[in-house]
C-alpha cells in the first residue's frame, strides 16, 4: 500500500514541469508559433520529397508568373519557386540550430566559469567582451568569413563563436546571483571540487535563463545567417536556401515586376523567424513568472 | 558630472585601442599574400617581394600594427591596395553617405518607437499594447534585407509611391534626398523599433506604478500633465541608453541594407573590401564605424547625464 502512495506523488521537478507544459499550451502565442515552427521543421526533413518539382531541376520556362502549374512561378534559371521554399527549411535550419547548440555550449562554460571564479579571469574576459561588442557583428563575421573562406561549417562556427560572449554575459549574470546562495556554501564546506559544483550544483539552477536565451539566439541565428547568405558569405549556390533565393534574384526588382522570386522565400524566413519569437516569449514568460 | 565623462571617454579609448588590435589581428588572417593578391598570379616573385617591401608588408607584424595607428591617429589612413589611391577621400565620401541614411532612419526611428512604447503602457493590457508589443516583437526579428523586400514591393511596384533605388541624382535638393533614403531607413527603422519600444514601454510602465505618480494623481494634477513631467521624464532615460546601444546593429544593417539598395556607403566599402582582399581600406572602414558607435555612445552618456539630475547634481551633493 505505502508504495503505491509514494508512487502516485511525482517528484516536485515533475510537477514542476508538468505545470510550465500547461501554462505553455495556455498561451495563444506560443501555440501559433510552435505550430509554424513544426511545419518548417517538416518541410526541413521531407521538403525536398514532397515538392511537387525537383527544387535544383532548370527549365526553359524562366521567370513564369504564378499559376496552376507552378504556384509561385519560377525564378531565372526556371526553377520552380514553391517547390525551393518547400526544400530551401533545410539550410537555415540545420545551420542555425547547430551554431546556436555550439554558442550555447561555449557560452554557458565561459559564463559559469567567469561568474563563479570572478577575479582577473572575469576582469579579463569581460573586457574583451565588451570591445567584441562595440563592432557590428556583421563586420566581424564578414571580416572571418573573408579570412577563412565560406562553407556551411565555417559559416556556423563563425555565428557560434560570435554569439558566444552574448551567452555568456546571461549566463554570468545568472551565476553571480546563483553563488551567494546557501546551498553553494554548502557542497563547498563538503569539499566539492569547482567544477563539480559549476556543473552539477549550479548549472541545473540556471537552465531558465539558458533555455530562454536559447531559443532567442536560434532566431537571431538565422538573422545573421541570412543576412550574411544574401551578402554572399553563406550557403552557396546551388542550394534553395531562402536568403540565397533572394540575394539571386532581387536585381531583377528594379528591372521589372518579378515580385514572385522574391516575395515568397521572403515570407518564408519571415514567417519561420516570427514564429520562433513567439515561441521564445511564450517560453520566456511562462519561466520568468 | 565632469568625473563621469571622463570615465566614459577613458573607457571608450580603452575599448577602441582593444578593438584596434582585434581588427589587425584578423585583417592578418586574411589568406594570401599581398603583393601576390595585388599583382596577380603571372608577376615574378621578385616584383612581388619589392611589393611587399614598399608597402612594408614583410615587416614583423607588431611593427606593421605599431606603424599603421600611428598613421591612423596622425589622420594618414594609408592608400587602398585595389584602387592605389588614399583611403580617406573614398572613405569620407561613403562615410558621409551612410551618414545621411543613418539621420533619416534615426529621425524616423526615434519618435515612432518611443510613441509606440509610451502608447503601449498607457493601454496596458488593451488591444494596442497586444499589437504594438507584438508587431515589435515580430518586426524586430526579421532580417533587414527580407523587410526591405516587402518594402520595396509595396511601396516601390505595388504603390509606386516611392523610388526603389536609394541614390538621389546628382545634385537633387534635400527634399529629394529624403524621399530616396525613404525605403531604406524604413527598413532599419522596422527592425530596431520593437526594442527600443519595449524598453520606452517597460520605463514607463515602471513610472506608472511609481509612488509619485500615485502622488500627483491623486494630488489631482491633470492627467496629461502627470504623463508629461512625472511619467515621461522618468521613464524616457532608460530608453535613451539603450538608443545608444542600438547605434551598434544600425551600422551593421547598414552593410546589408546598402548592398540591397546599392548605395554607396560605409558598408557597401566594407564589403567590397573584405572581398577584394583590400585590407588597408578594410581596416580603417572597421576602426572609422567603431569610432563613429564609440562616439554616438559618448554623446548618448552626455545627454543622458544633462537629462538625469541625479548626474548632474553628483558633484554638487
Known amino acids: 500500500m505505502s508504495s503505491i502512495a509514494v508512487e502516485l506523488v511525482p517528484a516536485p521537478a515533475t510537477v514542476a514541469r508538468r505545470e510550465t507544459l500547461r501554462a505553455l499550451l495556455r498561451s495563444k502565442t506560443f501555440l501559433v508559433g510552435a505550430l509554424v515552427v513544426c511545419w518548417w521543421v517538416f518541410c526541413a526533413i521531407f521538403g525536398a520529397t514532397i515538392a511537387p518539382r525537383d527544387p535544383l531541376a532548370q527549365s526553359a520556362n524562366v521567370l513564369a508568373v504564378p499559376s496552376v502549374h507552378h504556384l509561385f512561378g519560377t525564378d531565372q534559371l526556371g526553377r520552380d519557386v514553391f517547390s525551393r521554399v518547400l526544400a530551401g527549411a533545410r539550410s537555415i535550419l540545420t545551420i542555425a540550430p547547430a551554431a546556436t547548440a555550439l554558442a550555447i555550449a561555449a557560452g554557458t562554460a565561459v559564463g559559469l566559469l567567469t561568474g563563479y571564479r570572478r577575479g582577473a579571469v572575469d576582469d579579463i574576459v569581460s573586457r574583451l567582451i565588451e570591445a567584441m561588442l562595440s563592432l557590428p557583428l556583421v563586420v566581424v563575421a564578414i571580416v572571418v568569413a573573408v579570412a577563412l573562406g565560406h562553407s556551411t561549417l565555417t559559416l556556423m562556427v563563425i555565428v557560434g563563436v560570435l554569439f558566444t560572449p552574448l551567452i555568456a554575459r546571461t549566463v554570468r549574470a545568472a551565476v553571480l546571483a546563483e553563488r551567494e546562495l546557501d546551498y553553494v556554501a554548502a557542497a563547498q564546506l563538503r569539499g566539492e571540487h569547482a567544477p563539480y559544483i559549476m556543473f552539477a550544483e549550479i548549472l541545473p539552477n540556471v537552465m531558465g535563463p539558458i533555455i530562454v536565451e536559447a531559443t532567442v539566439r536560434v532566431g537571431y541565428a538565422i538573422f545573421a545567417i541570412a543576412g550574411l547568405t544574401f551578402l554572399g558569405f553563406g550557403v552557396q549556390e546551388p542550394s ?45 514568460q511562462v519561466l520568468e513568472r | 558630472m565632469a568625473r563621469f565623462l571622463l570615465k566614459r571617454l577613458a573607457l571608450a579609448v580603452i575599448t577602441l585601442a582593444l578593438v584596434s588590435v582585434i581588427v589587425f589581428a584578423i585583417a592578418q588572417l586574411l589568406p594570401g599574400n599581398v603583393g601576390r593578391n595585388v599583382l596577380g598570379g603571372f608577376a615574378t616573385q621578385q616584383s612581388v617581394n619589392h611589393l611587399n617591401h614598399q608597402l612594408g ?25 585595389e584602387y592605389r589611391v588614399a583611403v580617406w577621400p573614398l572613405l569620407s565620401t561613403s ?36 499589437v504594438i508589443t507584438l508587431a515589435g516583437l515580430s ?25 526603389v533605388d536609394a541614390t538621389a541624382p546628382p545634385g537633387a535638393g534635400f527634399l529629394t534626398q529624403v524621399k530616396y533614403l525613404l525605403l531604406p531607413s524604413l527598413a532599419l527603422t522596422m527592425v530596431l523599433f520593437g526594442y527600443i519600444a519595449r524598453m520606452a514601454r517597460a520605463g514607463t510602465i515602471e513610472a506608472l506604478d511609481a509612488d509619485y505618480t500615485r502622488t500627483a494623481i491623486l494630488k489631482g494634477v491633470r492627467t496629461r500633465t502627470v504623463i508629461r513631467r512625472h511619467v515621461l521624464r522618468n521613464s524616457l532615460l532608460p530608453t535613451i541608453a539603450v538608443i545608444a546601444t542600438q547605434l551598434g546593429y544600425l551600422i551593421g544593417g547598414l552593410v546589408v541594407i ?43 552618456d552626455v545627454l543622458y547625464s544633462v537629462l538625469n539630475p541625479r548626474i548632474r547634481y553628483a558633484e554638487a551633493a
Open chain 2, 57 to 81: 608588408v614583410d615587416r614583423p607584424v607588431y611593427v606593421q600594427y605599431a606603424s599603421w595607428i600611428s598613421n591612423f591617429v596622425q589622420g594618414n589612413l594609408g592608400s587602398s591596395l
Open chain 2, 139 to 163: 518586426l524586430t526579428a526579421i532580417p533587414e534585407f527580407v523587410s526591405a523586400i516587402v518594402l520595396i514591393l509595396v511601396f516601390g511596384l505595388a504603390l509606386k509611391v516611392l523610388p
Open chain 2, 258 to 300: 546598402e548592398k540591397l539598395f546599392n548605395y554607396n556607403g560605409i558598408g557597401q566599402r566594407i564589403l567590397t573590401a573584405a572581398l577584394n582582399k583590400d585590407f588597408t581600406m578594410l581596416e580603417s572602414s572597421v576602426l572609422v564605424i567603431a569610432i563613429v558607435y564609440l562616439a554616438a555612445a559618448l554623446v548618448a
Open chain 1, 240 to 284: 534553395p536556401d531562402w536568403a540565397l533565393q533572394i540575394s539571386d534574384n532581387y536585381s531583377l526588382l528594379a528591372a521589372g515586376s518579378y515580385w514572385w522570386t522574391v516575395l515568397f522565400p521572403a515570407l518564408a524566413i519571415a514567417s519561420l523567424v516570427v514564429a520562433i519569437n513567439l515561441v521564445a516569449d511564450g517560453i520566456s
Open chain 2, 95 to 130: 562615410l558621409l553617405n551612410s551618414l545621411k541614411l543613418a539621420a533619416v532612419a534615426f529621425v524616423l526611428l526615434v519618435p515612432l518607437s518611443i510613441l509606440g512604447g509610451v502608447v503601449a503602457a498607457l493601454r496596458r493590457g488593451r488591444l494596442a499594447d497586444r
